[in-house]
């Protein structure tokens, strides 16, 4: 890293540290070459709604309950990012890469995670209402009680994930890989199953 990016990459952070996101997304636009490196950062509570972070680097980020509304994060890493409680309502995350981060309790409706990485992902409690999540990897996901109604989960692959008490009401599973996958309890009213892979699914109790 040179010392022109590494200087961006310390004021980038100050204006997002202050929620000053049009002067963000500004400074993105006069260096379209740079690709912000904010691994480890701690930006815990801010309000980024709307910033420009496509292919940023969030690698291991503390936002935890933060307001992402509406954020652009298309083919943003941010493995093991920390984003409990975080709010990412209509936010972008096409081929985001959120292999392991904590996503438990946030809310994610109508958010975009088309052909997204989600493996191993923790969404425990989420809301994901009317969420695209279409040809996503959620491989041994965590989504205990989980709110997915209406969710676009088409092609998707759910091997070895927990769906214990989620809510699916309405959702498109079409073409979808359940393999392995825990289903008991949950509501499956007006799901879309065509083509579905259900082997040796556990889906005891489901409603």
């Known amino acids: 890293m040179n010392q022109v990016t590494a200087d961006l990459n310390v004021k980038a952070l100050e204006l997002l540290k202050a929620s000053k996101v049009k002067k963000f997304n500004q400074l993105r636009m006069e260096n379209l070459d740079w690709i912000p490196n904010f691994k480890k950062a701690d930006l815990r509570g801010t309000n980024l709604g709307g910033a420009n972070l496509i292919a940023a680097d969030l690698e291991e980020a503390c936002l935890r309950g933060a307001k992402l509304i509406g954020v652009d994060l298309e083919g943003a890493n941010l493995v093991t ?3 409990n409680g975080a709010c990412l309502d209509g936010a972008c995350l096409d081929g985001a890469n959120l292999r392991g981060a904590n996503l438990r309790g946030a809310s994610l409706n109508e958010t975009s995670l088309i052909k997204a990485n989600l493996l191993g992902v923790d969404l425990d409690g989420a809301c994901l209402r009317e969420t695209c999540l279409k040809d996503a990897e959620i491989i041994e996901a965590h989504l205990r009680g989980t709110y997915l109604e209406e969710a676009d989960l088409r092609g998707a692959c759910l091997g070895g994930a927990d769906l214990s008490g989620a809510n699916l009401k309405k959702a498109d599973l079409r073409g979808a890989t359940l393999r392995r996958t825990d289903l008991r309890g949950a509501d499956l009213e007006g799901v879309n199953i065509e083509g579905v892979d ?10």
């Open 198 to 207: 259900f082997s040796e699914i556990m889906k005891n109790n489901t409603k």
């Open 81 to 83: 990012a920390n984003l």
